[in-house]
């Protein structure tokens, strides 16, 4: 194509080149009354040369036209293929992935746009996955960047690639546009979670972030929480990550612990086909985190969260800020203890079980305060409280502590009826509202 574009150049140059001398050549003899009859004769001879080689030019020139109007049919044509060939690929992947959404699997929608980084995510679970008919990995790409297209598709046969179709300018109101990634985010998960759970038929999927280091038992751990998704109403999620999840504040010996939240944690995790049907109806066009944290999204249901994480993000850039990160989400220790979740007894979790054992646990503890658990004077042996009955109690007790101090629609960050539990120095600490607590107040942030 370049070889030709050249010839084409060159050929045109050089047509108007002879066609300007031609012209003033030609013109000559009217304004020149100087000329000899001799020179004369010649002249009209170099005119006839110049004519001939005017007309060998001009039927060169159509023929490198035809010769480049051919070629662009050809390329054409060949893109028409190509595409027509993704067409079948995509089918193709479509039939595959209904093929393989039985009851007992879990797809895992990974989500990319433009990080390159999406590998690192993508060998750790293709590393620790069971099985690959168990486990389908579907990344879903957004924001078309050639390069992270490129790196998934080096994983082909082991991972499904689709691409959200919609490129379209977003709509963003005019005050939030520093947030329009936030808009395309929720975009592309309404649509990636529609293909995997209506088009594809998946009845369960895991959600994973292309910035995420996972836990070699994370497969383990999501297989042995799915039953409980499906038979506890109250439960709508269950979630890899511990948003106070830095090794001073968790007890690294315990990795096979888990706890319910009312808090959706997010960063790697898993809902069920029927949540879905209720959530996608009402999608938001942004921020779609905080709202499912709404009283109406969550409708008191609550997590699954593991005492240890069993995701960490390791990228920093991206639509959410590297201040955050800085701060607090580069602590988060990752769990690197193999557990064995599915040969565990887990309806410890269910409510009916789980509520009264917890409640008696929380308010049976002593009463302590920050100042003391921080000096390092308690007597007490065993599992202790902070009671707190104001936003700003809790704040001043978990800012000692180094705990996440943010409240989202009224519910601190691990909350359960409440209560914030972590580990600190060797015991079990609860930042706990009064026993006769009546529920979360929105207004709380
Ligand atoms: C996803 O499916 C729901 C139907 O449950 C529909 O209302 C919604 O518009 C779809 N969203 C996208 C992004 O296609
Ligand atoms: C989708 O899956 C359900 C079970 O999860 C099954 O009953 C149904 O036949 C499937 N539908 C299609 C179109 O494969
Ligand atoms: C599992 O634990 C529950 C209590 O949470 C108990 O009632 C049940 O008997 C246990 N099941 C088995 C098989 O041990």
Redesign the pocket.
Known sequence: MRRNHLAGILVISIFTWVVIIYMALHDRPHHSSVISPDSAYGIGKLEEQIKEEYNANSKLFEDVKRVLESQREQNKALAEEQANQHEEERKEDELRL?SL???GVIAVLVFACSRTTVTRCLDQLIKYRPGPDQFPIIVSQDCHHQGTSDAIDAYAGQVFHIKQPDQSDIYVPPKEKKFRGYFKIARHYGWALNQTFFVY?F?SAIIIEDDLDVSPDIFSYFSATLPLLHQDPTLWCVSAWNDNGKKELVDVDSPELLHRTDFFPGLGWMLT?ETWLELSRKWPPSYWDDWVRKPEQRKGRACIRPEVSRTRTFGKIGVSNGMFFEKHLKFIHLNDRYVDFTARNLSYLLKDNYDAAFVKTVYESPIVTHQELRAGTVVAQGPVRIPYNTKMKYKVAAKVLGLMDDFRSGVPRTGYRGVVSVFFRGRRVFLAPLSRWKGYDPSWS
Do not use: L
């Open positions: 209904q959404s039985g009851p038929n009845s086909k």
